[in-house]
């Protein structure tokens, strides 16, 4: 996966793994033991400086944005809350505008049973979402028919309706 990746954006995958830790965690950040129910897989660049630069050329790489609306949608299937939050967390930073997977896995996320999932799911819409989305959204919100998709609909029409009030009352 890292060498066909590597191909995707033209990386020379040898240069790339020394600068690469990689951290197997359980759901609430501890390492993964064979005990853990609920794994996540966390890469992170040895240096933590990133340039202005580089974060633009992650929000553009679609293949991984996909790769995690893949893998927010797996998350929610498991009931695992933080590791569905946290992919749903770098959808939220890294996912371009209108990006349908996105945007399906965030409606999807608002009917979670833990309330910081929903919320996250709320952040990435607002985040992502765009005009010509909102019947696309208002479809996927509807038809989960959950109190919590409601609650979030009515947040993101608000929102699209008037966005400076609704930024005003949340402060």
């Known amino acids: 996966a890292l060498r066909y990746e590597a191909a995707i954006l033209g990386v020379c995958l040898e240069d790339t793994l020394p600068k690469l830790m ?11 033991t064979k005990h853990s129910v609920c794994n996540i897989m966390v890469m992170k660049l040895d240096s933590e400086v990133h340039t ?6 992650d929000r553009s790489d679609t293949s991984s944005v ?9 998350r929610l299937s498991q009931n695992c809350a933080e590791s569905a939050r946290l992919v749903l967390e770098a959808l939220a930073i890294l996912a ?3 990006h349908r997977g996105s945007l399906t896995a965030a409606c999807y996320a608002g009917v979670n049973k833990d309330a910081s999932v929903r ?16 019947d696309y959204v208002h479809r996927l919100l509807e038809t989960r028919r959950d109190v919590h998709a409601k609650r979030i609909l009515r947040e993101v029409l608000d929102y699209f309706q008037e966005p400076e009030r609704y930024l005003a009352e949340m402060g």
């Open 22 to 32: 990689i951290t197997f965690i359980d759901g609430l950040g501890y390492p993964l």
């Open 52 to 57: 202005r630069h580089a974060a633009q050329q």
């Open 66 to 74: 996909d790769n995690l609306s893949a893998i927010a949608m797996q």
């Open 96 to 98: 371009p505008r209108s």
């Open 119 to 134: 919320e996250q799911a709320l952040e990435l819409l607002l985040r992502i979402m765009q005009k010509i989305d909102v």
